[in-house]
C-alpha cells in the first residue's frame, strides 16, 4: 500500500512537505486511477464509490456538449483577457446565479470571478483574507480537500467546530450545527492565541447531505458578523437536491444578507453538471476589494476562452437546463440514491436521510471493534483491498471514527458492483462472528468446554471498551482489518491454523456451522464453509 | 491615469500587498483592456504593442480549432483526472518535444506535466525547489511577469544578474551573457546571505529575442551544475524563429545534459501557437520527486478535459503544423518583423536584430532626456497617451533607462498604426528639437539676442548629462513627457505661453520654421506649425 515519500535532496523544505501531503482521499484515488474498474476493460479494478462525481448524466451532457454551437472560435478567446473571466461569462453566471438562487435582485457580472475550479477560489480567497498560520473556523466532518486548498499555498489552517455524530440534550439531530458551538469553538481558538478570519459553511452540506434552511443561515451568518468573520458559503450542490420534500435556499436569496462585504458565495459545475473535469469554479462577492486583490491571482487560474465560451453556452440554455438536464438528472438521482439508501437499509447500517448531493454519510461503527481512526482506516483499506474505494469519515475530520461517505451518482451497472460493497460488509460481519465465537470458545474452553456461544452478532451489544481479549485472537482479527500492517495471506494463514487447532480439539464449528449460519447471506456460509475447508486439510 | 489602491480593511496583510501589487505591465494592460482599439468598433482605441501575442495567424488557427476532431467529448474528459494531465496529452507533448526539441531520445510522458500556463509552471516549481525568501537568479533584462510569478504565491525572489547595454571589453554584443557574469552575481548573493536555489534561462529570449547557441546553453548549464542550482529553461518561443540564419536548439537536443536532475523545460501554447488564450504549458523534467511535488499543487492548475484532447490534437496534426501553420506563422511573422525594423531604421532607433520571437528590443534613449526610468516611465506614459501601450525596460528590470519592447506580430491593419508610434516619437522628436532651439534662445538672449542656433538635432551629440537647464524650460519639458505628473493641457498651455513670448520678442521662429524642418517629417511642421498658429493668436 501506500508510502510516504522520503525525503528529496532536489526539493526545498517547503517542496518536501508538499510531496509528502497525502491525504487518505489522495492515497485512495491514487490507487484508484491505477486500477480504475471498467466494465468492458477491467472489470476486476476498483470501484469508485468516494470520488463525488455524478455519472448517471454523461449522455445528457454529451449530447449537448456537442452541439455546433460548442465549437466557437473568436480571436479574443485565443488572446490573453480579464483574469476573472470574460465579461460575456461573468454577465451569463450572474444572471444564473440571479435565477437559480431567487435572488431578489439581479446580481451584477462585476461581482463574479470565474476560475478553474472552487479549489483555486478557496486557495485565493484564503490568500487575501487570512495571512499565513491564521486560520478559519469549519464544522466537521467536511469535506476533506478543503485543509489542502487552503493550505498548499496559502498557509492557512481550519480550526474545527466538532459537531457531535448522536443527538441529544440541545442537538436535535445528528452533527447539528448550531450558532453555540460556532461561538464555543471561536472562544477557544482565541483562548489559543490563533486568529480566525473567516468561517467556512457548506450548503447542501458535504458530506452529510443535509440541507440548511434559509433561516439557519442566516443565525450563522449573523454570527460571523457579530465577530467581523468572512464568510465562504459553498453552495456546491444547490441544484443536487432531487426530492419536493426539501428546498435548498441560497444566502442569495435573501432579502439582506446581515455583512455582504464579508459574505462569499462559491458555487461550480463541478457537481450540479456533473462536469469536474471542466475545471469551473464561480465566486460571488459583493466585496469589490476582494475581487481586486483576487483578480491578481487570476493568471495562476485560468480557465481556456474556448471553455469559458462553452459554459456560457451552457448557462445561458435554460430550456435544456430546466426541460432535459435538471429534471432527468434529479429523478436518476433518487433512483439511484433509494437503490444505495435501500441497500443499507437491508444492511442495516444506520444513515443520514438528506435527499441531496451525490452521496450518503452511513454509520459503519457497528463493523469497527474499537472506537479508534486506526481501525477506521483498517476498514477502509480492507474495503480497497475488496476492491471499493470509499471515503472514511477521519477523511472529512469527524470526530467520531466509523462514518463513511457512500457515493451513489454511479451508473446502474456501477450499482449492481456497489453490491462489493455488500459482501465486503457481509464478509466482514461473519468474520466479526467468526471471531466473537472463536474468542468466546477459548474463553468457554476455560471454563466450560461444552458451553458455546451461537447467538448472531446483531443480538449482542456492541463490545465499546470490549473484554481483554486473547493476544493472539486480538492479533488475528488486526490482521485482517489491517491489510496494510502486515501480509494479508500470512494472517489468513495464521487464523486457519489457529481455526485447524480448533477443529482438531472439537468438532462444535462444523457440526453448527449451518445453525449459526441460519438466516445469513449465503455468501458468510460461504466464507466459512472455505474457511473450514482449508481448515480441515 | 492608475493609482495603486489604499489598504482595505477587509483584506489581510498579505491580501493588501497582493492587492496593491501594480507592474507596469498589468498597469498597461488594464488600461488598455478599458480601450481596445478594434478597427471597426474602436478605431481610437488603444493599439497593443506591448503584450506579446501572435496576431498574425487567427484564420489559420481558426479554420484547425473549427474542425469537427476539435468537438469531442468522453466520459474522463468530464471527470477528475490526473492532475499532471491526462495520459494521452502527456504522451502527446512527449511526442511533440521529442521531435521539435530534435530530443537524441525519446521523451517520456511521465515526465510531462501540463498545467493552465507557464506562470502557474514557474509558481509551482518555485515552491517545491526554493523556501519562503529563497531566490532565483536571472539575467536582466527579462520577461517581467516571472517576478509576480514567483512571489505572489510562493515568495520567491528574483537575484539580478544585469547585463550591459553596451557592447566593449569581453562582451562582444550588447546584454551579453556570460558564465561569469552568473558567477558573479551568485557571489554577489551569497555575500548578502540570499540563498540561490535556482537560475533561470529564456531562450529565445524575452525581451531581447537572442537566440542562445546549444554551446553557450550547456555552458551555463555548467555552470549551474558546479554550484547545483536548479536551472529553469523557458524555451517559450521556440518555434518562433523565421529566418533561416539562425537556428534555434533546446536544451532537449543535448546529447547529455549536465546535470538532469535538475534541469527544467518550460513550454507552452502561447507564443508558438499564438494560443495564449487556451492557457496551456507544460514542463519536461527528468526529476521524479519534482513532478510528484507539483503533481501535488496540480489541483489549483487544472486544464479542462475537453481543452487538453484538443490540444492533443492540434499537436499530433503534424502535417497541419509542419505543412500550414509553421510556414505560413514564419513567413507572416518575416514580414511583420521587417516591417517594424523598418520603421525604425527609417527613424534611426537601433535595435536589436533577431529574427526570432515576437518582438525587437529597441533603443530609446535619445527621446529621455536624462538617463533615469522616471524619464523611461515618462515616455512610456506619453506612448500611452497617445494610444499606443508598449513595453518599457523597467518593467524588464532592464539596467539601463530608455529600451522598450516592440510587438510586431500583430495584423497587416494594426501595423499600420503601428504608425502612431512613428507619430509619436516623430512629435517627440520635433519638440525636443523645439526644446533645444527655446533652451538655446533662452542662453542666446541672454548672451546675444540675435545669435540662433538652427541645426538639427540629430547632427547634435546627446547631452547625456546635459547643462544647467534654465528651470522653467526643465520644468515644461518634464510637463509634456510626463502626463501622469500634471495636466498636460495646461503643460501646453504655458508653453504656448512662453512660446508666444518669445514670438512676440522676435520673429526669428516664424521666419527660419521651413528651414528648422527642412527634410523633416512633414508631421514635425505640423507640430510646430499648430504651436506657432496657437502661439500667435
Redesign the interface.
Known sequence: MFQT?GR?M???????S??Q?QGILQEG?VQY?RDQYDDAHNPDGILNVG?S?N?LC?DL??KR??K?D?????????????WRGHLFLREEVAKFLTHYCCSPKPLKADNVVVM??C??LL?CIA??????K?AILIPTPFYG?IT??LQ???DVRLFHVPLDCEAGGKDSRLFNLTVEKLEESLKKAKQEGIII?AVILINPHNPLAEVYTLKEMIGFLEFAKRYEL?VIVDELYMLTVFDESVTFHSVLSADSLPDP??THVVWGLSKDF???????GTLYTE?S??V??VA??G?????????QH?VAQLLRDREWINEEFLPENRCRLKAAHSYVTGELRSMGIPYLHWPATLFVWADLRKYIRESSFERELSLWRCFLRHKVLLSCGQAFSCSTPGWFRFVFANQDHHLKLGQCVTRTLHTLSGLTQLFRYLRESDKAAIVNSTSLPHSKSSEQPEEKDGPVLDTALASRELVLLDCQASNAAEGLDSLIGTLRHQIRSSDWLEKNTPELCAGENPEILDVFKALLQRASK
Open positions: 515519500p528529496s532536489y526539493l526545498s523544505n517547503r517542496g518536501n508538499i510531496r501531503q484515488f486511477a470520488t462525481e455519472k454523461y451532457l454529451h456538449l456537442t455546433p460548442m465549437l466557437h472560435v473568436d480571436p479574443a478567446l485565443l488572446q490573453y483577457s480579464d478553474n475550479g479549489g483555486s486557495s490568500a487575501v483574507i487570512c495571512d499565513p491564521d480537500a489542502e486548498d498548499l499555498y496559502s478570519r468572512h462585504q464579508r456533473a462536469m469536474a473535469g471542466f475545471r469551473i466585496n476589494h476582494l481586486e486583490a491578481q491571482l493568471s495562476f487560474h485560468g480557465v481556456s476562452g474556448t471553455t462553452q
